[in-house]
């Protein structure tokens, strides 16, 4: 493609005759007279003006047009030289010739030749005098030789004799890129000061000047080495005077200013583009680009321009779907500066560079986005674009349902071009968006990120991702309530947080209880935790279900978690202080009511209690659905401390004494410690350190009088008065001596009841005495008549002669003894005072059954109740024991029966029959209950096994009912008659 080659031209020779008056025409041409006046046209339309003198130094001839002719079906190029002769015309006028050559431009573009290419093949062709045929030009390879000439021309002339030749061959490039640019105006552009230079010269500076635009600009573009400057000129671009009518003058070297709009975006995008692959490159770029295309055509123009720039190139790949890893990669690269990065296609391609950075084989683009992320202008944005890439892996995992693999792959390939350029923190303050967005999904997915990512990559080892985390407070309060259901994962987030650093922020201080460091420094470090940090450390304590941390958070945090349940409220009770606060409303038994406080505080009016239901915990309902996670922790008030206090009670059993303070504080019941000794030891000191806290001191009256009533209410035994030791030292005389007042009036009461259920029982056992006998005297009396009867029988069967009935004869057997006239049960003997109808002991045992207590005390409990099952208190006192035993241990229900048979047969003196029937009958009755399906809540057997013997009792009589029928239909049960043949009806009853 760079070898001469030769081409056919068409020729015209314009001039006259030696001494002719007559005017300039086409004396020969190709084709003969018919083609003259084409040719002429052509000719005169590409004409330069009038030539100077002979003698002139500057802008002397040759005067060279070169003219691209466009038509429909062909394109063609018009080369026009006017030359110097020596022939003089009839008025002694100098006569100027011109040669002019037709060429087709087919194999001119296909060559990519340039303007000193056409001069060197038509300068030395002699046209013939005249003949019809065409001539043949050999055409020089074009090798961009004129467009080096030319920016050598351009160097030359640029102003300034200090400067080096780099920066010389610089600034001619952008002289010629923006002479380019102005032809984009419309006008002609004349430049002016070349005056001195030949015409290949001025050809070669065309050539660096139109190498600048695509190649298929030549197609329709006027140039001319010279025009006169008399009137408008009929090219685009020519040298010539500066005074040249309706032509943008531009001196040669000297930069000219170029109109902002379509030009200057073009010489924009043309310096940008040469500064990003280099001269050569583009140029070669815009030689490729043949297809005509006209200066006027902006848009084409541009577009062209586009296509050559990696950045534009690549954003229009993206916008048509078409983009791979190296069209994305060059477009990058080819911004500098922070360049176009204020474009809607700027964020598209770092969007798309961002996605193909993720996978295996997107690593060319690392060096792009990190050029791009450092700089200080690009540099937000791009850290903007990386936290929303972040946040739609995750939500596209959760959308796409992808498996949690594929998005931690993802995300740990994004946060790796995070770490390479160290923007750890900028983007962890940019995930979680606003302070206050439109709803919580943003801060949702930020949560979810981190957390996949995990702590190690978050913030280990990095001072300023920790201090990013310190900031961002609500994100990381969203990820600690996340981790808190898994303690290991908490601590690994408090761990690289490092909570207990002094210069921490205080609402992260509040969680170095967590951290197994030293908390208690550091909570009494100013400034200190708010009551809100300390509401946020127990909500994850008690998600964590970890009974020592929540110990811990009390023991360290107690000063605001007291503010919290000590604030004041509405309808609260009023102290000696005159503050108000709230306190229970509840019952203390446990589901059922609570009889009001006989002593009130002295000088206060008696305020009793309603029964209420306990509170529903939220806590537990939140953390089912992980959805909910948007707003984890409630605002730092009572309500939130009372749903903790009642979410999970295993939580608090390491400050169960603390627990139940902050209960009472908030209108919580309280629970009291598990009745051993140990923990009521731990329970006892565990209040005796509270009551000598002196914020408490105008709530302790009211607060020994909730604590007392747990202890009043529980068996008494030593571990109920170790508890009651610690209330009647409280440091306040008024409690004390209330307490001490109910104590006694508890001990007279429990007195009277023992009273009365030792007169009871007497009173029992002499019934059961009465009826004892009347049952054995009914049972003698039976007997009697028994052996009666058989002696009559015996005497009536005696064979004859041997004697008479007198009672003289041996007596018959003893018959065995009938069965007993009730069928209930025998009754007990010998048990004085051994019911069980009394309310006060039917309401210990339900308690005591309520408590999951031991086995023999409550089969000791139970024993009264179970000798009148029928009743309604045995009834009662059957499902307390069935309630009892649905919580009961494995080893506490196999010793249950073996308790009561004991106790029947110990304290209440019942004979071995009468103990196995009753255990007989009670476990009748539950394996009742239970094949009827009413074993929930209790043994109920009572109902369901007298409607079971009601069902029996009609099934059999129906049973005999058909049996009789069938008899009757095949017997004759009349002796001596004969049987009469009669049709029945089988399925019938009716006769």
């Not at 990120?449 to 990381?476: N, Q, Y």
């Not at 909570?499 to 922020?505: C, L, M, S, T």
């Not at 209330?727 to 009841?753: F, K, T």
């Amino acid at each position: 493609m760079n070898d001469a080659f030769t081409v056919e031209a068409l020729w015209a020779w314009y001039g006259k005759k030696a001494d002719s008056l007559a005017e300039y025409d086409v004396m020969h041409c190709t084709g003969g007279a018919p083609r003259r006046a084409t040719f002429s046209e052509y000719i005169i339309a590409a004409s330069l003006g009038n030539p100077p003198s002979a003698a002139a130094v500057q802008d002397r001839l040759p005067w060279i047009s070169v003219v691209g002719m466009p038509f429909t079906d062909q394109l063609w190029t018009g080369i026009s030289v006017m030359e110097t002769s020596t022939l003089r015309d009839g008025a002694n006028r100098a006569v100027t010739p011109t040669r002019y050559l037709l060429i087709d431009s087919a194999e001119l573009v296909r060559r990519r030749v340039e303007y000193t290419n056409l001069w060197d093949a038509v300068a030395p062709v002699r046209l013939p005098p005249e003949h019809g045929g065409s001539v043949v030009l050999e055409v020089p390879p074009p090798a961009g030789e004129g467009l080096a000439e030319g920016l050598d021309t351009i160097a030359g002339h640029v102003p300034g004799t200090a400067a080096g030749t780099g920066q010389r061959r610089v600034a001619a490039v952008d002289w010629a890129v923006s002479v380019a640019a102005l032809l984009l105006c419309g006008s002609p552009v004349v430049i002016t000061g070349g005056g001195r230079l030949d015409a290949r010269a001025r050809l070669a500076v065309f050539d660096a000047v139109v190498g600048l635009l695509p190649y298929g600009v030549r197609s329709g573009l006027r140039v001319g080495s010279c025009v006169d400057g008399g009137d408008e000129p009929p090219t685009q671009l020519a040298f010539g005077p500066e005074h040249t009518p309706f032509a943008r003058c531009v001196r040669l070297g000297t930069l000219p200013q170029v109109p902002a709009g379509p030009p200057e975006d073009y010489r924009r995008q043309l310096a940008r583009l040469i500064g990003a692959r280099g001269l050569d490159a583009v140029v070669i770029g815009l030689r490729g680009l043949d297809a005509p295309v006209a200066p006027a055509d902006h848009g084409a123009l541009l577009g062209a321009l586009g296509r050559l720039d990696p950045f534009h190139a690549a954003v229009s790949a993206v916008e048509a779907g078409k983009q791979s890893v190296r069209v994305v990669a060059e477009g990058l690269n080819s911004l500098t500066d922070g360049e176009d990065t204020d474009s809607d296609g700027f964020l598209r391609l770092v969007e798309c560079g961002i996605a193909y950075a993720v996978d295996p084989g997107g690593r060319e683009l690392h060096e792009a986005l990190h050029r791009h992320w450092t700089h200080e202008r690009t540099g937000p944005r791009v850290s903007a674009l990386i936290a929303e890439a972040l946040l739609d892996v995750v939500l596209s995992g959760a959308s796409r349902a992808l498996d949690s693999a594929s998005c931690r792959a993802r995300l740990d390939a994004l946060w790796r071009l995070v770490e390479q350029c160290r923007k750890e923190a900028e983007v962890l303050r940019l995930l979680p968006g606003p302070e206050q967005p439109a709803d919580g999904r943003r801060l949702g997915y930020a949560v979810d990120c981190l957390c996949l990512l995990g702590p190690d990559r978050m913030a280990d080892g990095r001072a300023d991702a920790v201090r990013a985390l310190w900031d961002t407070r609500r994100l990381t309060l969203e990820v600690l309530a996340r981790e808190s259901a898994d303690p290991a994962r908490l601590v690994d987030w408090l761990s690289p947080l490092a909570p207990a650093a002094h210069e921490a922020p205080a609402w992260l201080r509040a969680w170095a209880v967590l951290s197994g460091r030293e908390a208690g420094q550091v909570s009494r470090a100013e400034p200190r935790p708010t009551a809100e940090d300390a509401v946020h450390v127990l909500t994850a304590t008690v998600r964590a279900r970890r009974p020592d941390w929540t110990a811990e958070a009390v023991g360290w945090l107690w000063p605001q978690l007291y503010a919290v349940a000590a604030e004041p409220g509405d309808g609260g009770r009023t102290g000696e202080d005159g503050a108000t606060f709230r306190f229970p409303l509840l019952g203390r038994n446990r589901g059922g009511s609570r009889k009001p406080s006989s002593a009130g505080a002295p000088g206060t009016p008696e305020n009793p209690r309603t029964p209420e239901r306990l509170p529903v915990s939220s806590y537990q309902a939140a953390s089912a659905d992980r959805a909910e996670a948007a707003a984890p922790f409630g605002p730092p008030d009572a309500r939130t401390l009372r749903d903790l206090l009642t979410a999970d009670p295993d939580v608090w059993q390491h400050c169960r004494a603390q627990a139940d303070v902050l209960s009472c504080l908030v209108g919580v019941s309280p629970v009291g410690p598990p009745w051993r000794e140990a923990a009521c030891v731990t329970y006892a000191q565990s209040l005796h350190r509270i009551f000598r806290d002196r914020n408490l001191e105008p709530f302790l009256y009211l607060l020994v009088d909730e604590l007392a009533g747990l202890v009043l209410d529980e068996f008494r035994g030593r571990e109920g008065g170790i508890v009651l030791t610690v209330l009647l030292r409280v440091p306040h005389e008024a409690a004390a001596a209330d307490l001490r007042r109910r104590v006694a009036a508890r001990e007279e009461e429990w007195r009277r009841q023992q009273e009365d259920w030792e007169r009871e029982r007497a009173v029992h056992a002499q019934r059961l005495s009465e009826r004892e006998a009347a049952h054995n005297a009914q049972l003698r009396a039976a007997r009697q008549a028994q052996e009666s009867q058989a002696a009559q029988k015996a005497a009536l069967e005696r064979p004859p002669g041997t004697g008479l009935a007198t009672g003289t004869g041996p007596r018959p057997a003893t018959a065995a003894p009938g069965p007993h006239v009730g069928h209930g049960r025998p009754p007990v003997l010998g048990g004085a005072g051994r019911r069980g109808e009394g309310p006060g002991l039917l309401q210990e045992f339900v308690r005591a059954a309520a408590h999951v207590g031991s086995s023999r005390d409550l089969a000791a409990m139970w024993a009264p109740f179970t000798l009148e099952l029928e009743s309604a208190a045995g009834r009662e006192a059957l499902e307390a024991a069935g309630r009892w035993w649905e919580k009961a241990q494995d080893g506490e229900r196999a010793t249950l029966f073996g308790h009561l048979e004991g106790t029947l047969l110990t304290e209440h003196r019942c004979s071995v029959d009468v103990t196995a029937d009753i255990l007989h009958e009670i476990r009748r009755l539950i394996m009742v209950g239970l094949a009827s399906g009413h074993s929930g809540g209790g043994w109920r057997a009572g109902p369901v096994l007298r409607e079971a013997k009601r069902d029996l009792r009609v099934r059999r009589s129906r049973v005999r009912e058909l049996w009789w029928i069938r008899l009757r239909a095949h017997v004759n049960l009349a002796p001596g008659t004969p049987r009469k043949p009669k049709k029945w009806n089988r399925g019938s009853t009716a006769r």
